[in-house]
């Protein structure tokens, strides 16, 4: 494949994956909408810790492997049938054991038990799921990104269409979780069938690659799970330490600020390529690519930390109903925490590129066991707006563990221009906000402050096609 060619591909993956998330985004919000006008705050928390529990144990299937997996393959495409057919393998197993667990649990737990049948609908949805979306290691590599597109497109609709056939017929929460379940069933075929144009699918068993394999992944993968436990602990301590109520409530403030997080994602993955190459032979051009990418991350972050903050309450009326606005006061402290998960996402990935996997596992350990404790401290006595701040805090804690680390890898070299057009943008579209709100309906004004901001950070040469062409090519 010719380099321009491969560009074009690249570029072309990436317009792709940029339309898809919006537009599942907005399939999400409406699915969340139903949901919560359905299950009201008690339910919706019910909801919520299943999804999240069964969450828990979604590392425990992958183990890192569908990143080695496309690593390898992308270095040895003569290996691909080897390499995938014994990966397959290794999924469907560590799926059926991490099944079998999440089961076990659900009903063995005393505090789960009133949940135990939507925890079995989630563990079979989970099964469905990532036995078959390790199937998309397939399109990475071929640079065909549009067809995981197509299958998530399939997903999100059935599952819609699922979630409001439950709520009609009135099967309640177990009834809407069987409705993510139909939603990954329903995604396996074309799946199957478009993968199986680029390989076999059969599974292989070869002690030695799949040690080898294991050997990869496992490091990363501890990474994983300990990323993911904090992530996810606060909502399960928040069932079991508050009420379901308080879970509801924290649950649709954090569903919120997770569909903002896409944008992180694609800022990181954008440079990573670069920044792996260039970290330990270039470090001219590796500052210059992670200095850009802070200024658009913290543009980006201080833009949702005000609008969010202001317009908390209306923003999640709309995405659910009134019986939620108490959630409203969970929304600042979460927007801090997304703003601040956006640079050290960024932060992170420069000490992936580093290798310094061991601090990073090290670090991860003492996080999750400084949140848990927080959390123990802060939930019994604030309930959900304590595990906010259990949150923020240990964020704030990865921040500082991120600068003082990456600090002797690679300096952070900031224009303090740009970032002074970036702090003037954040103020003068506050103003905005505080002015008109009141006014003018909430969503307008927002639009308003949101073509304001970018209007002063193109006026000052901070947005420019240049730079925006070449983020998507990096990507």
Same mark, same amino acid.
Request: hydrophobic fraction near 60%; proline fraction near 2%.
């Given at each position: 494949?010719?380099?321009?060619?491969?560009?074009?591909?690249?570029?072309?993956?990436?317009?792709?994956?940029?339309?898809?998330?919006?537009?599942?985004?907005?399939? @999400?919000?409406?699915?969340?909408?139903?949901i919560?006008?359905?299950?009201?705050?008690?339910?919706?928390?019910e909801?919520?810790?299943?999804?999240?529990?069964?969450?828990?144990?979604t590392?425990?299937?992958?183990?890192?492997?569908?990143?080695?997996?496309?690593?390898?393959?992308?270095?040895?495409?003569?290996?691909?049938? /080897?390499?995938?057919?014994?990966?397959?393998?290794?999924?469907?197993?560590?799926?059926?054991? $991490?099944t079998?667990?999440?089961?076990?649990?659900?009903?063995?737990?005393?505090?789960?038990?009133?949940?135990?049948?939507?925890?079995?609908?989630?563990?079979?949805?989970?099964?469905?799921?990532? +036995?078959?979306?390790?199937?998309? +290691?397939?399109?990475?590599?071929?640079?065909?990104?549009?067809?995981?597109?197509?299958?998530?497109? +399939?997903?999100?609709?059935?599952?819609?269409?699922?979630?409001?056939?439950?709520?009609?017929?009135?099967?309640?929460?177990?009834?809407?979780?069987?409705?993510?379940?139909?939603?990954?069933?329903?995604?396996?075929?074309?799946?199957? =069938?478009?993968?199986?144009?680029?390989i076999?699918?059969?599974?292989?068993?070869?002690?030695?690659?799949?040690?080898?394999?294991l050997?990869?992944?496992?490091?990363?993968?501890l990474?994983?799970?300990?990323?993911?436990?904090?992530?996810?602990?606060?909502?399960?301590?928040?069932?079991?330490?508050?009420?379901?109520?308080?879970?509801?409530?924290?649950?649709? %403030?954090?569903?919120?600020? /997770?569909?903002?997080?896409?944008?992180? %994602?694609?800022?990181?993955?954008? =440079?990573?390529? @670069?920044l792996?190459?260039?970290?330990?032979?270039?470090?001219? +051009?590796?500052?210059?690519?992670?200095?850009?990418?802070? /200024?658009?991350?913290?543009? %980006?972050?201080?833009?949702?930390?005000v609008?969010?903050?202001?317009? $908390?309450?209306?923003? =999640?009326?709309?995405? @659910?109903?009134?019986? &939620?606005?108490?959630?409203?006061?969970?929304?600042?402290?979460?927007?801090?925490?997304?703003?601040?998960?956006?640079?050290?996402?960024?932060?992170?990935?420069?000490?992936? %590129?580093?290798?310094?996997?061991?601090?990073?596992?090290?670090? @991860?350990?003492?996080?999750?066991?400084?949140?848990?404790?927080?959390?123990?401290?802060?939930?019994?006595? &604030?309930?959900?707006?304590?595990?906010?701040?259990?949150?923020?805090?240990?964020?704030?804690?990865?921040?500082?563990?991120?600068?003082?680390?990456?600090?002797?890898?690679?300096?952070?070299?900031?224009?303090?221009?740009?970032?002074l057009?970036?702090?003037?943008?954040?103020?003068?579209?506050?103003?905005?906000?505080?002015?008109?709100?009141?006014?003018?309906?909430?969503?307008?004004?927002?639009?308003?402050?949101?073509?304001?901001?970018?209007?002063?950070?193109?006026?000052?040469?901070?947005?420019?096609?240049?730079?925006?062409?070449?983020?998507?090519?990096?990507?």
């Amino acid at each position: 494949m010719t380099n321009k060619k491969e560009n074009s591909l690249i570029a072309y993956n990436a317009v792709i994956q940029i339309i898809g998330r919006i537009f599942f985004l907005a399939l @999400s919000l409406v699915n969340v909408k139903l949901i919560t006008n359905y299950l009201l705050p008690s339910g919706f928390g019910e909801y919520a810790t299943v999804l999240t529990f069964t969450g828990f144990f979604t590392v425990l299937i992958d183990l890192g492997l569908f990143h080695v997996a496309i690593r390898e393959i992308s270095k040895a495409r003569e290996r691909a049938q /080897e390499i995938l057919s014994n990966v397959l393998t290794i999924r469907l197993l560590s799926a059926v054991l $991490a099944t079998l667990l999440v089961i076990f649990l659900g009903y063995a737990l005393p505090q789960y038990r009133p949940i135990g049948t939507g925890i079995l609908v989630g563990a079979l949805a989970m099964f469905v799921y990532f +036995v078959t979306n390790i199937l998309d +290691v397939v399109f990475h590599v071929n640079l065909k990104m549009q067809y995981i597109a197509v299958a998530e497109l +399939v997903s999100k609709i059935s599952t819609l269409i699922a979630v409001y056939v439950a709520i009609v017929l009135d099967w309640g929460l177990v009834g809407i979780i069987g409705a993510i379940l139909f939603g990954s069933v329903v995604a396996v075929l074309p799946r199957v =069938i478009i993968a199986r144009r680029f390989i076999q699918l059969k599974l292989a068993f070869d002690p030695k690659i799949c040690v080898w394999l294991l050997k990869l992944a496992l490091p990363l993968g501890l990474v994983f799970i300990l990323n993911n436990i904090y992530f996810k602990i606060d909502s399960q301590m928040l069932y079991l330490l508050s009420t379901t109520r308080d879970a509801g409530l924290y649950g649709i %403030a954090y569903r919120l600020l /997770e569909t903002t997080l896409f944008i992180s %994602a694609f800022v990181v993955a954008a =440079i990573t390529p @670069s920044l792996s190459r260039t970290i330990g032979s270039n470090t001219k +051009v590796a500052q210059n690519l992670v200095s850009r990418a802070f /200024e658009i991350l913290l543009a %980006a972050g201080l833009l949702l930390f005000v609008s969010l903050s202001i317009f $908390a309450k209306p923003i =999640i009326v709309f995405i @659910s109903d009134t019986s &939620y606005i108490e959630g409203a006061r969970a929304v600042p402290m979460l927007a801090a925490v997304v703003a601040l998960m956006y640079v050290n996402g960024l932060f992170g990935q420069i000490l992936i %590129a580093a290798d310094r996997r061991k601090i990073l596992v090290t670090f @991860s350990i003492i996080l999750v066991l400084f949140n848990i404790g927080l959390n123990l401290i802060l939930i019994p006595r &604030y309930g959900f707006i304590g595990a906010a701040w259990s949150t923020l805090i240990s964020e704030l804690g990865v921040l500082i563990f991120n600068l003082i680390v990456t600090s002797k890898i690679m300096p952070l070299k900031l224009n303090m221009r740009t970032i002074l057009v970036i702090l003037l943008a954040t103020t003068l579209s506050t103003l905005i906000f505080i002015s008109l709100d009141g006014l003018f309906n909430w969503l307008i004004v927002l639009i308003l402050g949101f073509i304001f901001y970018l209007g002063i950070l193109w006026q000052f040469k901070f947005l420019n096609l240049s730079m925006m062409k070449e983020i998507i090519r990096k990507e």
